[in-house]
């Protein structure tokens, strides 16, 4: 198992070298740069050359790709060019807001999306499957940012059921240590500064969600069918165990094995769709910061983030590969 | 009075916009405490379906029908409802299934598979329950019970895995026990161990067995009375041994007809059944293995055959059956009928537990 993880760990060092070179080509490859940026229409093209130089953008690209490796070994991912602060405290300062959004989202579509789509499997043919079928297909043909849209005018501003925007009301004064808001709530015993974050997190949180759910209701409806018609559940049945013992212990558990595979794939989804749904809400997470960090060509913004997102990713992957030598003791790690 | 009376039951799958299927069509056989039942045919007679039929683990699904009576111990098994037929699943009826590997849940370790039986009919929790399952492990020749009832089922072997599946048939010391094909996913050598082990422990406990096999050699050397069905019907009834030293139907003819034999000449041809199963008449036009009977004649089509009570208990459903032993053969009969059926068939499964039966004699 340790080994496992180790080695996985190992995995993640010629990805992310692979990874950073090409964001490093593609960036330096997008027409303008930070110089554009600052200066705006006004700059002279010396000034423009004065920046760059100053920036260390007139050097060779590989020169520049060293000079990021060299200092990235040192975990040191360099100042943003739009903020001039370092992009460690920016991650610091927002990343939380993203995971708390994530985690949120990711809690409604497992929350809802399993027994969805279970109780579809089991009414098949009936109206809850038929509405959860054609309801997830919908899920997933809306764009993610047009539903944040709707929802913010519906929930938000027409019925003003929650607040449009932001992350927490901040009049509220709340005390920060972890940035995590709603978990700086609960640690500081502030209860309405928690329920208040917990609040924003809503509609951002159905928003995000929508796509995950719908793919989280399908999957889960396929494999428990898949799963009822296996023999090991007649072998159950004939054993003459109680209904709820043979759903419980039989059929749940194998059909989870594939929605947990999807969970670990649509985690990387979701931190993707967060840049346009805290955009839209105007959640200060890493997503907004990212949008804004692409049309100020701000690279070592975008090349920290992206980087640290990678890891983020590899590492929820390993976690999911982990559960599921908890479920099925086939795929057991050595 | 039979510990189980199947009488006339049917199964039926109706689809919108198809031929209605009968699956299972007016099945009737009785089972005696302690007496082991063969139920012999080929794919798609019906075996199994009847079986889970008398179950109640057919599918679930819209069309289907199941129609006719099961009395089990006074209880007709059909009329159930969902609750009392849980309680009678595993406890008095329990039921072997043909392939061991997928009929376990394959991320639950073995001893739980074996105890939630325990828990669920005898009330038995923890290490009781624990103790009780090693015993039965160790019963059906498991060996190192205490640590394969940790073990799961991918990490046991194809014969062990029946083994634990009998082990948890037999959990409740079950009065009638069903064993579907129980050896056909298993190779010659296993297949043998676990026939004799069946053997074993229902000459031990009295527990009925019902049979489901398409292979004779496993008749020869199991079953106390044979069923032969065909498209969903019993076509003969018979003790083991006249039926195969006298089959009377001509499918039962032809089935014994159609086992290779080690004595057979160099280049002598099989004898199969020409045709398939599938080319049947529908019960109620007639005789539904006419199509592809040898000795077909005109009053097989028109109405269903009879069924005709011969002396000596045994059954069949036929206008032209095969001549008993003393009469006169007509050309057609002498065809497919082979000289000494039993002993080929037992011969066929020589690697198999059965010794064919001691008291054997060539005629």
């Known amino acids: ?334 | 009075m039979a510990l189980l009376d199947v009488e006339d039951l049917s199964v039926t799958f109706a689809r919108r916009g198809q031929r209605t299927v009968h699956a299972v069509d007016g099945v009737s056989f009785s089972v005696d405490a302690g007496e082991v039942v063969g139920l012999v045919g080929e794919s798609g007679c019906g075996k199994s379906v009847t079986s889970l039929a008398l179950m109640g683990l057919l599918p679930k699904q819209p069309g289907l029908r199941v129609g006719g009576k099961a009395v089990f111990d006074g209880t007709d098994l059909l009329q159930l409802d969902d609750r009392s037929r849980r309680d009678i699943r595993g406890r008095d009826i329990a039921m072997i299934f043909q392939d061991p590997l997928s009929s376990l849940n394959p991320v639950i370790p073995i001893g739980l598979q074996v105890t939630e039986v325990l828990t669920r009919h005898r009330g038995m929790k923890g290490a009781a329950a624990e103790k009780e399952a090693a015993a039965l492990l160790d019963r059906v020749g498991i060996p190192d019970p205490k640590r394969r009832l940790k073990e799961y089922p991918h990490q046991l072997s194809g014969g062990m895995r029946q083994r634990a599946l009998i082990a948890m048939a037999v959990a409740c010391q079950p009065r009638l026990l069903i064993a579907d094909e129980p050896t056909t996913a298993l190779d010659v050598t296993i297949q043998a161990q676990i026939l004799e082990l069946l053997k074993d422990l229902v000459r031990d406990s009295g527990t009925a067995l019902v049979m489901i096999t398409h292979d004779l050699g496993v008749v020869a050397g199991m079953c106390d009375t044979v069923n032969v069905l065909y498209a969903g019907r019993v076509v003969e009834t018979a003790r083991r041994r006249p039926l195969f030293r006298e089959p009377r139907h001509p499918y039962t003819v032809g089935l014994l007809g159609s086992v290779p034999r080690l004595d057979a000449g160099r280049g002598e041809r099989l004898n199969p059944i020409p045709g398939s199963v599938r080319d049947v008449l529908p019960w109620p036009d007639g005789c539904a293995f006419a199509p592809r009977c040898a000795r077909r004649v005109d009053e097989c089509v028109g109405e269903p055959p009879a069924l005709v009570l011969a002396h000596d208990g045994r059954s069949y459903r036929c206008v032209n059956p095969a001549p008993a032993p003393g009469t006169v053969p007509t050309p057609a009969a002498t065809a497919p009928v082979v000289d000494d059926p039993l002993a080929s068939a037992a011969a066929e499964a020589t690697a198999s537990p059965v010794p064919a039966p001691r008291e054997e004699e060539k005629p």
């Not at chain 1, 212990?249 to 059909?255: D, G, I, K, Y």
């Open chain 1, 1 to 334: 198992m340790f080994r496992f993880i180790v080695r996985r760990l190992l995995q993640l060092i010629p990805t992310l070298f692979g990874l950073s070179l090409l964001l490093f080509i593609w960036l330096r490859r997008l027409p303008g740069g930070p110089e554009t940026a600052i200066l705006g229409e006004r700059g002279t093209p010396e000034m423009r050359a004065a920046i760059r130089r100053n920036m260390g953008l007139d050097e060779p690209i590989l020169v520049q790709y060293g000079r990021f490796v060299r200092r990235l070994i040192r975990l040191d991912l360099g100042t943003s060019t739009s903020t001039k602060r370092t992009v460690v405290t920016e991650f610091v300062e927002r990343f939380p807001g993203t995971v708390e959004l994530s985690i949120a989202a990711m809690l409604l579509a497992i929350g809802i999306g399993i027994p969805l789509g279970y109780l579809a499997a089991r009414r098949r043919g009936r109206f809850l499957d038929h509405a959860s079928v054609g309801g997830s297909l919908i899920g997933i043909c809306i764009p993610v940012f047009f539903l944040a849209y709707v929802l913010k005018a519906i929930f938000a501003e027409n019925l003003g059921w929650f607040p449009a925007s932001g992350r927490q009301d901040p009049t509220l004064g709340a005390t920060r240590i972890t940035n995590f808001f709603v978990l700086d709530g609960l640690m500081t015993r502030e209860w309405d500064a928690a329920a208040d974050a917990l609040w924003h997190l809503v509609l951002p949180a159905v928003a995000l969600a929508s796509i995950p759910l719908a793919i989280i209701v399908r999957i889960t409806r396929a494999s428990v069918l898949e799963v009822l018609n296996e023999d090991f559940v007649r072998t159950a049945e004939a054993k003459g165990l109680t209904e709820s013992t043979v759903r419980r212990r039989h059929v749940l558990r194998n059909s989870m094995l594939p929605v947990v595979t999807s969970i670990g794939l649509l985690t990387g989804g979701l931190l993707s769709g967060a840049v346009l749904t805290e955009t839209v809400f105007a959640f200060s997470g890493i997503g907004a910061f990212i949008y804004e960090a692409i049309s100020q060509r701000d690279y070592p913004v975008l090349m920290g983030f992206i980087l640290i997102i990678a890891v983020v990713y590899v590492l929820v992957n390993l976690l999911v590969d982990l559960s599921y030598s908890l479920i099925d003791p086939r795929v057991r790690v050595r």
